[in-house]
């Protein structure tokens, strides 16, 4: 024999666990009401290869910025790698100058700035071979960044 009231509640009880599933597939069978906008990405400087390979990667190498040991051409420094002096890799060289590059305030890149004497306005970096803004290959690098492209 039932109590009085006990088969109400265990409906009551099965509905009340049943409710967040409904609810559940009826938003799942809902569309939105509009589509989520895509993030947008920042700008990216788009910088000649066949320059930098004439005129960016032999002051690089001229300076010694790919040599082993300490230097970048050892591995990974800070956030900086060059492909050694024996095994020359320009297309990995040319991507990791861009990485060093600010696409809108081209002037403070750290491939300018860490080089660069800091009375001149450099960051610091143990090695310093431009000890002014006029250095001639300063100025090679400084010219061929700013001649990239945003995009």
């Not at 002051?59 to 956030?79: F, K, N, P, V, Y």
């Not at 860490?114 to 100025?139: E, N, S």
Request: net charge neutral; glycine share 10%.
């Amino acid at each position: 024999m039932l109590r009085s009231g006990t088969a109400p509640r265990k409906s009551a009880a099965v509905l009340i666990l049943l409710l967040p599933l409904w609810a559940g597939l009826h938003g799942c069978a809902t569309p939105p009401t509009r589509p989520v906008a895509v993030p947008g990405g920042g700008q990216v400087l788009v910088l000649d290869f066949s320059a930098f390979q004439s005129t960016v990667s032999p002051i690089l190498e001229r300076q010694g910025c790919d040599a082993g040991g300490d230097c970048h051409g050892g591995g990974i420094r800070g956030t900086f790698q060059l492909s050694p002096a024996t095994a020359k890799d320009l297309v990995f060289d040319f991507n990791q100058v861009v990485l060093q590059t600010y696409p809108t305030e081209r002037d403070s890149s750290p491939i300018l700035t860490r080089p660069l004497a800091l009375a001149a306005g450099g960051t610091p970096h143990p090695i310093k071979p431009f000890a002014t803004t006029a250095d001639t290959d300063y100025v090679a690098i400084h010219a061929w960044i700013m001649a990239g492209v945003l995009k």
